[in-house]
């Protein structure tokens, strides 16, 4: 295929996002990269051009879910669209505060979902094109420590099971990705113990590339993550419990 | 938060707390935040000049953004913890390269620039510092300046090779050199002692952008022998990317007695014979195993084991290859030679840093396992003799120099101490510049 390939980073401000663009970037593509911070995207998106490939930033709070139908129309031309927009919960806050719940909930999973919503509607229309989804390990099994964000990645990894579905008959692949601990920007504050479970940003990214070449349907990033959550998904729930997980 | 940060030498030290911004626009409060610091890259300093105890480094290498590469021009901008591979990757397929590397390019572009890096081709293109084209430094009042060769011209020559103690280098403008392919036409000529080097040397100056040899350090009786390589850039060839990923690993340290004099001398002489046979006609090489042999075994270091290493590496004066010969004599003779040492004539370009180690002469880079004591005294030895001969001895290699021979090496170190930041500080500098030992004491108390 030599037509030239149009992409959007969705939250391409996140660390992995980061990475990922730059290995897409490489290959000569159009980039359009939806976030909030005006200055973060500008410098990502210096960065994307001084590797060859052109641009568009869209300023945008992806909580606000009212601002989707705007950046779904400026983001139409790009076929393959990838989802990394995420902030970890605080469990405690979400517990006590309904409100921080809500957020989570919003910015985890209501706000992939809006956009989904409209791209696969299109993507199903143009049967081409491609969706990658950032969920989460954490959707794996419901777990006291980060039910919240559980919550929500779990139900994000569900929608995208149904869409992968739905859009295969379309030619449409739907990668849903579930990551470990990856050292970002948005774990910089958690000690990084045991050293062995934390990935490197630049090596989720590859794997995600790897994946999303590969059309796969759902991979664990690194991938021994799928051996632990397949042990911790069949420990009997009356054990479970006296964990504390 | 982390503490896993490592000096290259690995001889163990306090862990080092470390913070990692991921963004420029967090640096001016993290900096300002704290009461001492230093910015340290990729940690490939062997020493301690990337160490501060008890205080957390700032390491940048999440400051890996380029903020802009003019391909007609080769001028490219990047921000600080840029890995030179990483550089690469970009700017060889577009025609374009370093126009000095260091031996890894596993180190970050501020790194290279706070040591003012040489390379294969100080003698045709002198230091890295020579071809800065602006910096970006940000001090801890939260200052940011531009600085150039003709604005804030002193904070420009004190930030090249100024160990990152005055202040984070937050941008750094290169400007590359062109090139056709990405692969280099090598030539080997094997040398029986340093007279033979210090002639070819001599010789491949003219012809040749690239020249270093290595040389055998531990084999009694045929010290001295070596294998000078020169290599210009091909025009055969195509404008591939190396892969600085390694191809294997060192999984972990080796132990106590992989490297001992024997296995030292074996490994020299076999070095010796399979340079030999590429001495006959000119070789065809990717600039990856030419510039960055070392960068394709991960973890290299690990084969001098848990208690680590000392890399030395000083320059004498042109005219002083007795002292060369007396010094490879010196570490002949005390069974602690290494198992690469590299020499190099350097030109006389002069690099804008104020505190550079590249000056005209002869240098040499060698490798000791720590042995304590005894390594101590070998060092100090060396130091001895190079301060002697009017040397200079290189900080980012070092954790052994002592206040009195740094004060010698660099004399300009007492203007240099104006500009440095006053959070910034590294066990190094603090070990160097204690006064209260020193013989080259000036006589300006910094208080009354």
Same mark, same amino acid.
Not at chain 1, 220 to 242: Q, S, V
Not at chain 2, 223 to 251: C, M, W, Y
Not at chain 2, 396 to 424: E, G, N
């Given at each position: 295929?030599?037509?030239?390939?149009?992409?959007?980073?969705?939250?391409?401000?996140?660390?992995?996002?980061?990475?990922?663009?730059?290995?897409?970037?490489?290959?000569?593509?159009?980039?359009?990269?939806?976030?909030?911070?005006?200055?973060?995207?500008?410098?990502?998106?210096?960065?994307?051009? =001084?590797?060859? %490939?052109? *641009?568009?930033?869209?300023?945008?709070? &992806?909580?606000? @879910?009212?601002?989707? #139908?705007?950046? !779904?129309?400026?983001?139409?031309?790009?076929?393959?669209?990838?989802?990394?927009?995420?902030?970890?919960?605080?469990?405690?806050?979400?517990?006590?505060?309904?409100?921080? =719940?809500?957020? %989570?909930? *919003?910015?985890?999973?209501?706000?992939? &979902?809006?956009? @989904?919503?409209?791209? #696969?509607?299109? !993507?199903?229309?143009?049967?081409?094109?491609?969706?990658?989804?950032?969920?989460?390990?954490?959707?794996?099994?419901?777990?006291?420590?980060?039910?919240?964000?559980?919550? =929500?990645?779990?139900?994000?990894?569900?929608?995208?099971?149904?869409?992968?579905?739905? @859009?295969?008959?379309?030619?449409?692949?739907?990668?849903?990705?579930?990551?470990?601990?990856?050292?970002?920007?948005?774990?910089?504050?958690?000690?990084?113990?045991?050293?062995?479970?934390?990935?490197?940003?630049?090596?989720?990214?590859?794997?995600?590339?790897?994946?999303?070449?590969?059309?796969?349907?759902?991979?664990?990033?690194?991938?021994?993550?799928?051996?632990?959550?397949?042990?911790?998904?069949?420990?009997?729930?009356?054990?479970?419990?006296?964990?504390?997980? | 938060?982390?503490?896993?940060?490592?000096?290259?030498?690995?001889?163990?030290?306090?862990?080092?707390?470390?913070?990692?911004?991921?963004?420029?626009?967090?640096?001016?409060?993290?900096?300002?935040?704290?009461?001492?610091?230093?910015?340290?890259?990729?940690?490939?300093?062997?020493?301690?000049?990337?160490?501060?105890?008890?205080?957390?480094?700032?390491?940048?290498?999440?400051?890996?953004?380029?903020?802009?590469?003019?391909?007609?021009?080769?001028?490219?901008?990047?921000?600080?913890?840029?890995?030179?591979?990483?550089?690469?990757?970009?700017?060889?397929?577009?025609?374009?390269?370093?126009?000095?590397?260091?031996?890894?390019?596993?180190?970050?572009?501020?790194?290279?620039?706070?040591?003012?890096?040489?390379?294969?081709?100080?003698?045709?293109?002198?230091?890295?510092?020579?071809?800065?084209?602006?910096?970006?430094?940000?001090?801890?009042?939260?200052?940011?300046?531009?600085?150039?060769?003709?604005?804030?011209?002193?904070?420009?020559?004190?930030?090249?090779?100024?160990?990152?103690?005055?202040?984070?280098?937050?941008?750094?403008?290169?400007?590359?050199?062109?090139?056709?392919?990405?692969?280099?036409?090598?030539?080997?000529?094997?040398?029986?002692?340093?007279?033979?080097?210090?002639?070819?040397?001599?010789?491949?100056?003219?012809?040749?952008?690239?020249?270093?040899?290595?040389?055998?350090?531990?084999?009694?009786?045929?010290?001295?022998?070596?294998?000078?390589?020169?290599?210009?850039?091909?025009?055969?060839?195509?404008?591939?990317?190396?892969?600085?990923?390694?191809?294997?690993?060192?999984?972990?340290?080796?132990?106590?007695?992989?490297?001992?004099?024997?296995?030292?001398?074996?490994?020299?002489?076999?070095?010796?014979?399979?340079?030999?046979?590429?001495?006959?006609?000119?070789?065809?090489?990717?600039?990856?195993?030419?510039?960055?042999?070392?960068?394709?075994?991960?973890?290299?270091?690990?084969?001098?084991?848990?208690?680590?290493?000392?890399?030395?590496?000083?320059?004498?004066?042109?005219?002083?290859?007795?002292?060369?010969?007396?010094?490879?004599?010196?570490?002949?003779?005390?069974?602690?030679?290494?198992?690469?040492?590299?020499?190099?004539?350097?030109?006389?370009?002069?690099?804008?840093?104020?505190?550079?180690?590249?000056?005209?002469?002869?240098?040499?880079?060698?490798?000791?396992?720590?042995?304590?004591?005894?390594?101590?005294?070998?060092?100090?030895?060396?130091?001895?003799?190079?301060?002697?001969?009017?040397?200079?001895?290189?900080?980012?290699?070092?954790?052994?120099?002592?206040?009195?021979?740094?004060?010698?090496?660099?004399?300009?170190?007492?203007?240099?101490?104006?500009?440095?930041?006053?959070?910034?500080?590294?066990?190094?500098?603090?070990?160097?510049?204690?006064?209260?030992?020193?013989?080259?004491?000036?006589?300006?108390?910094?208080?009354?």
């Amino acid at each position: 295929m030599t037509m030239k390939q149009s992409i959007a980073i969705i939250g391409a401000t996140s660390t992995v996002a980061i990475s990922v663009a730059r290995k897409l970037a490489a290959e000569d593509v159009d980039i359009y990269l939806v976030g909030r911070n005006e200055d973060k995207l500008a410098t990502v998106a210096a960065d994307l051009a =001084a590797r060859g %490939s052109s *641009t568009h930033t869209i300023v945008t709070d &992806l909580a606000n @879910l009212d601002e989707h #139908a705007k950046v !779904l129309q400026q983001i139409e031309s790009a076929t393959h669209c990838f989802i990394f927009h995420s902030a970890l919960t605080d469990q405690a806050a979400a517990e006590s505060d309904w409100s921080m =719940a809500e957020a %989570s909930l *919003t910015i985890n999973l209501l706000s992939p &979902l809006s956009l @989904l919503h409209g791209l #696969a509607n299109r !993507l199903e229309q143009q049967k081409t094109g491609s969706l990658v989804v950032v969920s989460s390990v954490a959707g794996d099994r419901g777990r006291a420590s980060n039910y919240w964000y559980g919550t =929500a990645k779990g139900a994000l990894s569900i929608h995208c099971q149904g869409l992968r579905n739905r @859009l295969a008959k379309s030619g449409v692949p739907v990668l849903t990705v579930k990551p470990g601990f990856i050292d970002t920007a948005m774990t910089a504050h958690l000690e990084k113990k045991p050293a062995v479970l934390w990935a490197s940003a630049e090596e989720v990214a590859d794997l995600i590339v790897k994946g999303w070449k590969q059309q796969k349907n759902v991979i664990y990033t690194p991938g021994f993550w799928r051996f632990i959550m397949w042990i911790i998904t069949r420990i009997p729930e009356t054990i479970f419990k006296r964990l504390s997980l | 938060m982390s503490s896993n940060f490592r000096s290259w030498g690995t001889i163990p030290h306090p862990p080092q707390e470390t913070l990692r911004p991921f963004w420029v626009s967090e640096l001016a409060d993290l900096f300002a935040n704290q009461a001492q610091s230093l910015a340290v890259g990729n940690g490939r300093s062997y020493g301690d000049s990337c160490l501060l105890q008890d205080h957390p480094v700032i390491q940048t290498t999440q400051l890996n953004r380029i903020i802009r590469f003019d391909r007609q021009t080769g001028v490219i901008q990047v921000e600080p913890g840029v890995k030179l591979c990483d550089l690469l990757t970009v700017v060889v397929p577009a025609g374009w390269f370093l126009p000095v590397t260091p031996g890894t390019s596993l180190a970050t572009v501020g790194g290279a620039v706070a040591n003012d890096v040489h390379g294969k081709n100080h003698h045709t293109d002198g230091s890295l510092g020579c071809h800065v084209l602006s910096l970006d430094l940000l001090t801890s009042d939260r200052a940011l300046r531009t600085c150039t060769q003709t604005v804030h011209t002193d904070l420009f020559n004190a930030t090249i090779g100024g160990l990152g103690l005055t202040g984070i280098i937050t941008a750094v403008e290169l400007q590359l050199i062109p090139i056709n392919t990405s692969w280099l036409d090598v030539r080997y000529q094997t040398f029986p002692n340093l007279e033979e080097f210090a002639r070819l040397s001599t010789e491949a100056r003219d012809d040749y952008r690239y020249t270093v040899a290595w040389m055998d350090c531990a084999t009694p009786g045929s010290a001295g022998r070596g294998v000078l390589i020169s290599a210009n850039h091909s025009e055969q060839g195509d404008l591939t990317v190396g892969t600085a990923a390694a191809k294997f690993s060192v999984p972990m340290n080796c132990p106590k007695y992989t490297l001992n004099k024997y296995s030292i001398r074996a490994f020299n002489a076999l070095y010796y014979q399979l340079q030999k046979r590429k001495e006959d006609g000119v070789r065809h090489e990717h600039y990856q195993p030419y510039f960055y042999p070392l960068d394709a075994i991960g973890h290299w270091n690990r084969v001098y084991g848990k208690k680590g290493f000392h890399q030395y590496q000083f320059l004498v004066p042109l005219d002083a290859m007795p002292v060369m010969s007396d010094i490879l004599n010196t570490i002949t003779n005390s069974g602690m030679g290494s198992f690469l040492a590299v020499l190099k004539e350097f030109g006389d370009i002069a690099s804008p840093g104020l505190l550079s180690f590249p000056r005209p002469g002869y240098c040499l880079a060698l490798d000791f396992s720590e042995r304590g004591e005894k390594t101590a005294a070998l060092i100090s030895e060396l130091d001895a003799r190079v301060r002697e001969a009017g040397g200079a001895a290189y900080p980012a290699k070092d954790k052994l120099m002592s206040a009195d021979s740094f004060q010698q090496y660099y004399p300009q170190w007492t203007a240099f101490r104006q500009h440095i930041d006053p959070v910034c500080s590294s066990d190094f500098w603090q070990r160097v510049s204690n006064t209260s030992v020193s013989t080259h004491q000036t006589q300006q108390p910094d208080k009354l």
